[in-house]
């Protein structure tokens, strides 16, 4: 087969799949023009958000706060976890081929499974509210803290490991004094790049009962509450934005 031939087989798959997922997916212009222009739904939805409840904002910040304490949690317990995982992982220290195998599967195996799946799951064993949101946070962070923890590990030089080993070091003193100091910028690098991704995840984490101002936005939601749905709103981007700036602040300064 030519390559022109399969480049005009390649574009006529990706075409017909695309077509084909419009259909499944129920994607209809006139429904949206229905519910964006002509069905009274939303535009009462846009002009209830006007003005913003200021009254609550209290109640909000105390939500905001305890979101970031959920992602602060769960990060930390998701390190506690992975990073001695990841020395396992790593191919080019690990104690054994199949040890580091299992831990780099057990890693992708646990990326997997999405965090709202992971809370779902969680709210039904220890029940609504916060702890729920910290145990999903960081079940789910683990997969993926090991992995980048693991490749991070994997890119030293092999330099200073052979000097330790050549004087008869263990390989706790070579994982010590050789290891740690050429990955540690990284892994705090990593670490803050996790905590803004779950500060954002454990925004989403309350609309299925995992607590934080998720759980008081989708409150509110259900009961129309369209001017305290707007405070929220506002607060979470500037949460998020905030976030942003630090986190970026935080890397460029540790990487």
């Known amino acids: 087969m030519s390559k022109r031939l399969f480049l005009y087989l390649l574009i006529a798959c990706v075409v017909g799949f695309t077509i084909w ?5 129920e994607m209809d212009l006139e429904k949206i023009r229905q519910g964006f222009f002509v069905k009274p739904f939303f535009g009462d939805f846009l002009l209830g958000l006007w003005p913003p409840n200021w009254s609550i904002l209290d109640e909000v910040s105390w939500q905001m706060l305890v979101t970031i304490q959920m992602a602060w949690v769960g990060t930390l317990l998701a390190t506690i976890i992975s990073l001695p995982l990841s020395f396992v992982a790593a191919r080019n220290i690990t104690p054994t081929v199949a040890l580091g195998a299992t831990a780099r599967f057990f890693f992708n195996v646990d990326r997997s499974v999405d965090v709202l799946i992971v809370a779902l799951i969680l709210v039904s064993a220890v029940g609504l509210g916060p702890m729920a949101g910290v145990l999903a946070l960081a079940v789910h ?9 693991t490749e991070a590990i994997e890119t030293i030089d092999r330099g200073p490991i052979e000097a330790l080993e050549s004087t008869g070091a263990s390989r706790s003193q070579v994982i010590r004094w050789g290891v740690v100091p050429q990955v540690m910028p990284l892994l705090i690098s990593n670490f803050f790049y996790r905590l803004e991704l ?31 749905v707007s405070m929220i709103l506002l607060m979470i981007i500037v949460l998020v934005m905030g976030i942003d700036y630090i986190s970026g602040r935080l890397r460029k300064a540790t990487g």
């Open 21 to 25: 997922s419009m259909g499944t997916t």
């Open 141 to 149: 962070s683990v997969g993926s803290m090991g992995k980048l923890f």
């Open 198 to 228: 779950n500060i954002r995840s454990s925004v989403i984490l309350g609309i299925v009962g995992a607590g934080g101002i998720g759980f008081m936005l989708y409150d509110n939601i259900k009961q129309f509450q369209y001017q305290n």
